[in-house]
């Protein structure tokens, strides 16, 4: 059994979000588990922009109201307590509401060949998101 410290927490970067998006990890297996967990917080309004996992990514909402998009215009709310499971190599994006924070956590398999687990794509725009938000007027 071994006890892990609180790791820091990090500014997701621009290139990937839309807003303050903040991580703090929690678990990153070795061999053979290649599981790895983190908490992801959005600010109102924050989001990632469209990415995929090799694996696949289960997400467990601990705290507010999001969104979880997918390409064929799929929109889940999510809220505290539910869990999204994206498939592997699906297009998806996720974020909070506009009008509240958002925090899940974020499990997903690292590739069995150790590449990245995730392919990162462009931004939601800002329209795409004020209507999966039900917002489109802003």
């Known amino acids: 059994m071994e006890l892990k410290p609180v790791a820091p927490t990090a500014?997701?970067?621009a290139e990937r979000f839309t807003g303050d998006v903040y991580m703090t990890p929690i678990f990153a297996g070795t061999g053979p588990s290649r599981l790895t967990v983190a908490l992801v917080r959005f600010t109102p309004g924050a989001r990632t922009n469209w990415h995929s996992h090799a694996v696949g990514q289960t997400l467990h909402v601990t705290e507010g109201v999001g969104l979880v998009g997918t390409?064929?215009?799929?929109?889940f709310r999510i809220h505290a307590?539910?869990?999204?499971?994206?498939?592997?190599?699906?297009?998806h994006w996720h974020g909070a509401a506009a009008g509240t924070f958002m925090s899940h956590l974020a499990m997903l398999e690292a590739r069995p060949d150790g590449g990245d687990p995730t392919t990162w794509l462009e931004p939601v725009?800002?329209?795409?998101?004020?209507?999966?938000?039900?917002?489109?007027?802003?």
């Open 125 to 138: 725009p800002e329209e795409y998101y004020r209507n999966a938000d039900g917002h489109p007027n802003g």
């Open 71 to 75: 390409r064929d215009g799929t929109v």
């Open 11 to 13: 500014k997701m970067p």
């Open 81 to 91: 307590g539910e869990t999204v499971v994206c498939p592997p190599d699906e297009d």
